[in-house]
């Protein structure tokens, strides 16, 4: 019976590891994601940093064009492609207890040009600076 139980407990911190590690590539910085290699040879770079003024209970929600791109835990920076154009970056602290509107980018971007923000709080909204 006891082995059934140190199994089971292996398994369990087996599961939770890479729950935790799936689908993230982890840097210094924090949490990245990046285009497929035949974009991004084109593309740009966008860094959002997130200010250690957002809270510890929060999570910054990254969207580009109304796709969400990233959750930004405390601590941690997106860093991903964005190929060339206009585009309309989103974040947003959730959970959203205050009902507040996503605050939004909009961004020329050209191929080979890093964009990067510091995303804070200010009063009752966040700030893309």
């Not at 924090?30 to 593309?43: H, I, L, M, Q, R």
């Amino acid at each position: 019976m006891k082995n059934y139980k140190y199994y089971g407990c292996g398994l369990l911190i087996v599961a939770l590891a890479y729950a935790t590690l799936s689908g993230c590539e982890t840097s210094g910085t924090g949490a990245s994601t990046t285009a497929p290699a035949s974009s991004t040879k084109n593309a740009g770079r966008l860094i959002i940093q997130r200010a250690a003024n957002m809270g510890t209970g929060l999570v910054l929600n990254v969207s580009i064009d109304g796709k969400q791109v990233a959750a930004v835990p405390r601590g941690q920076t997106y860093s991903g492609s964005i190929s060339p154009g206009q585009h309309v970056v989103s974040v947003l602290l959730v959970p959203n207890q205050l009902n507040l509107r996503p605050t939004q980018k909009r961004l020329s971007v050209q191929a080979g040009q890093t964009y990067s923000f510091t995303a804070m709080w200010q009063g009752n909204r966040v700030l893309l600076m």
